[in-house]
């Protein structure tokens, strides 16, 4: 009966150990096998090609732009959906609303979040358009004619244009997560911060942020994951548009080093390992 008793708890581990063993640790340990041999999905032989699949990788012409692009879409990324998601959650915490107003902000900022990619890149390819397009149309209804761009067509602007379709749609989550995390800071750290006579401003800083350090910090690192988007889609044409599953499996080590030592940094920089 005791041995029965101590064996209990792990009975209810193995399913979600399982799970994790099938959808995470077994796919990443594959990937990082077939970045070592040029193979095909039409075909199943396998040829060791060693490191000539990251050799490809790193010297191939778009690599640099990549790289590039994804610092940005990530820099950005973390001033937006953390940083001013933040701010808003503040905000949606703060004293200045009334709570029925708070709710209805709160259901408007997660909104977009619920809309498939699909819609999303469907309706910003139209406010792009650089014809019919609502961006252009507003530019010009308000005299800023010469500010008119095609927008998706220009080298320049097609990655920003991107990134802010990605903030518009995630920004509202991320200040939904903070909420949470705010709204469950104890009260009577707050009441005794007010009774010492401390502003919203010193109250945010010192008190609420360094409680809901934790979350803040898994929002990070979400955002961060998202932010490499950039190569993703390069892993996805590799793999599916010129059938080159080395090179895709070869991105895919890439995406996982970078987002797994990103991690690592932001919870070395907070010295905390509880998330």
């Given at each position: 009966m005791?041995k029965?008793?101590?064996?209990t708890?792990y009975l209810?581990?193995?399913p ?10 077994i796919?990443i340990?594959?990937?990082?096998v ?5 193979l ?7 040829k060791?090609v060693g490191?000539d699949?990251f ?7 778009t690599?640099?732009?990549m790289?590039?692009?994804n ?7 973390l001033i937006?959906q953390v ?7 503040f ?5 200045l609303?009334?709570?029925?107003f708070?709710?209805?902000c ?12 699909t ?5 910003f390819n139209?406010?792009?358009n650089?014809?019919?397009?609502l961006l ?11 500010m008119q761009?095609?927008w998706?067509?220009?080298k ?7 990134i802010a379709?990605?903030q518009?749609?995630f ?7 903070m909420?949470?995390a705010?709204q ?11 009774i010492?006579g401390?502003?919203?401003?010193r ?5 609420i942020l360094?409680l809901?350090?934790?979350q803040?910090i898994?929002c990070s ?9 950039v190569?993703?889609?390069?892993l996805?044409?590799?793999?599916f ?9 070869a991105t ?5 080093v ?7 940094f ?7 390992g509880?998330i």
């Amino acid at each position: 009966m005791k041995k029965k008793t101590k064996l209990t708890p792990y009975l209810y581990v193995i399913p979600g150990l399982l799970m994790v063993l099938s959808f995470v640790y077994i796919p990443i340990i594959v990937n990082l096998v077939y970045s070592f041999f040029r193979l095909s999905s039409y075909s199943s032989s396998m040829k060791f090609v060693g490191l000539d699949n990251f050799r490809r990788l790193f010297t191939n012409d778009t690599f640099p732009i990549m790289m590039r692009n994804n610092v940005y879409y990530c820099v950005i990324s973390l001033i937006v959906q953390v940083g001013f998601g933040t701010f808003l959650a503040f905000l949606l915490e703060s004293r200045l609303a009334s709570d029925r107003f708070k709710s209805i902000c709160r259901n408007i900022y997660f909104l977009p979040a619920l809309v498939s990619l699909t819609a999303v890149g469907m309706m910003f390819n139209f406010i792009y358009n650089p014809q019919l397009g609502l961006l252009n149309t507003f530019l010009k209804h308000v005299g800023l004619a010469s500010m008119q761009q095609t927008w998706l067509g220009d080298k320049n602007l097609a990655i920003f244009c991107i990134i802010a379709m990605s903030q518009w749609q995630f920004t509202g989550y991320i200040t939904l997560l903070m909420v949470v995390a705010f709204q469950n800071v104890s009260k009577d750290y707050i009441e005794a911060a007010v009774i010492d006579g401390a502003g919203p401003i010193r109250r945010a800083v010192s008190i609420i942020l360094p409680l809901a350090k934790e979350q803040l910090i898994v929002c990070s690192i979400i955002t961060v994951i998202g932010a490499s988007q950039v190569l993703g889609l390069f892993l996805y044409q590799n793999a599916f548009l010129h059938d080159d599953m080395g090179m895709a499996a070869a991105t895919g080590v890439l995406i996982f080093v970078i987002t797994v030592t990103a991690s690592i940094f932001q919870l070395k920089v907070s010295r905390s390992g509880e998330i």
